[in-house]
């Protein structure tokens, strides 16, 4: 069959389309065939309603079926003929001017763009890497035992010092008018870990129990709270309860507490270490994907295709719908959302998607079956039973299309990094821990 496909505009396409009026009268039969041997309608028994009576009901709904699905079925063998690669859903309409017994329609659709990726041995990329000291081992420790630690009441004559546990009564005021939030009792926190604002930390720390101070405080611009934001408080605090933290000792009882198989301080440090370069490993993993993905857009030429953008905005737009869900918001499911909040992350999405897959396609860098043994093997070795967390990955398609999907991209980031002007940049355990993945 003869195709002629009709450019209009970067990625847009027009094919015009004929359908024998005489297929679609058959098939509208046939189906009002089909429907007289299942339909009830007063009067008849089942099977029994003529042809004629489901004609003069059902014939407008079945014959907009019928062109639909022919003229749907005519466009994908016009595309498959025409070997175009089509995004999203044609936008299909009728037109005047056909021959006689003939139907005439006009698509109009996106197909796939064409993506050129320039030379990637000009490509820079700063590849980071990281170690497990001994410090960010301490300072695990310090949080487990922080996890871990129990309150004792401190002495009338006792100031209250960072790592308390403080109860407080506090009243605040704004030109002598109380505000919203600004008024609790029995309220606790812990001092110097950063739950209160500096302010107020500063002026409780060194209280005792009964004590009251009056203090300004001054909020933020950005603070949370807007009716507040920029502007000073005067507060009321007065010290009801006062307990000092009691830290666990670094010990084989410590140890065993917290599970671990050889149970001393060595093997409590070797395992704290073991699990600390796993997620070190996964986290540069991710930054150094982050940055070849970068330098991939960056080097990259494509058009895209307003339809996949918009089908990523949807299905965005739906995922934060049902965050909203989870999170208790009322009539969320159906909540309005802009499609302005999500245009630019679409917008890439659907690029790196493009450029990443014709990478795959170029290099044949397809996750390969051992590839994702080695990775579910990797994954499962920090449970308990590592075989029945493998198991579970096996088990479920939607997980190992999960699996691929990480390896596959996995190896795209090795070979542009093979590529690549790489420079390599070491920075600290806390600072690759304190960035967000």
């Known amino acids: 069959m003869s195709v002629n496909v009709e450019t209009l505009e970067k990625l847009e396409r027009k094919i015009t389309l004929s359908l024998p009026v005489k297929d679609v009268q058959d098939e509208v039969t046939k189906r009002l ?7 009830k309608m007063d ?20 014959q907009y079926e019928v062109i639909n ?11 498959n003929e025409a070997e175009l690669r089509v995004a999203g859903q044609p936008a299909i309409s009728e037109k005047d ?38 410090e960010a081992i301490d300072r695990t420790i310090d949080i487990l035992r ?40 029995g309220f606790q926190y812990l001092v110097g870990e950063g739950q209160m604002l500096a302010e107020f930390e500063d002026a409780v720390r060194g ?31 007065t010290v009801q309860k006062l307990e000092a933290a009691n830290m666990p000792e670094v010990n084989e ?38 940055a070849v993905m970068d330098a991939l857009i960056n080097s990259a030429e494509l058009d895209l295709p307003k339809a996949s953008i918009q089908a990523e905005v949807n299905a965005m737009a739906q995922a934060a719908r049902q965050d909203l869900v989870q999170r208790g918001m009322k009539d969320a499911a159906n909540a309005e959302l802009p499609a302005e909040l999500f245009q630019p992350q679409a917008e890439r999405r659907v690029r790196l998607g493009l450029i990443v897959a014709e990478l795959v396609r170029a290099e044949n860098l397809m996750a390969t079956p051992e590839q994702i043994k080695a990775y579910i093997d990797d994954l499962s070795a920090s449970y308990e039973k590592p075989e029945e967390v493998a198991r579970w990955y096996l088990n479920d398609q939607q997980r190992m299309s999960e699996i691929e999907a990480v ?10 990094l093979g590529k690549a002007k790489v420079s390599d940049k070491k920075v600290s355990f806390q600072e690759l821990m304190d960035q967000p993945v």
């Open 33 to 39: 065939q089909r429907l007289a041997r299942t339909v």
């Open 97 to 134: 001017g056909a021959a006689e017994g003939e139907m005439l329609f006009e698509a109009v659709f996106e197909v796939f763009p064409e993506v050129k990726i320039n030379d990637l041995t000009a490509t820079e990329v700063e590849k980071i890497a990281a170690e497990v000291d001994d």
């Open 146 to 185: 922080k996890q871990r630690r129990t309150f004792a009441q401190r002495g009338k004559d006792e100031p209250a010092v960072d790592g308390d546990r403080v109860t407080v009564d506090f009243e605040g005021k704004i030109d002598g008018e109380p505000f919203a939030g600004g008024k609790a009792e």
């Open 43 to 62: 009067g008849f028994r089942p099977g029994k309603v003529p042809v004629s009576v489901v004609a003069n009901q059902y014939g407008p709904a079945v």
């Open 69 to 79: 699905d022919k003229v749907g079925q005519a466009f994908y063998q016009a595309a």
């Open 207 to 237: 209280m005792k129990i009964g004590e009251s101070k009056t203090f300004p405080l001054a909020f933020p611009e950005d603070y949370h709270g807007k009716e507040v934001a920029g502007k000073t408080a005067d507060f009321l605090v």
């Open 253 to 290: 009882e410590f140890a065993k507490q917290l599970g671990v198989g050889d149970a001393t301080v060595e093997g409590l440090r070797a395992d704290i270490r073991k699990n600390l370069e796993r997620e070190v490993k996964y986290r540069l993993l991710a930054r150094n994907k982050n």
């Open 407 to 416: 390896v596959t991209e996995a190896n795209v980031t090795d070979f542009v």
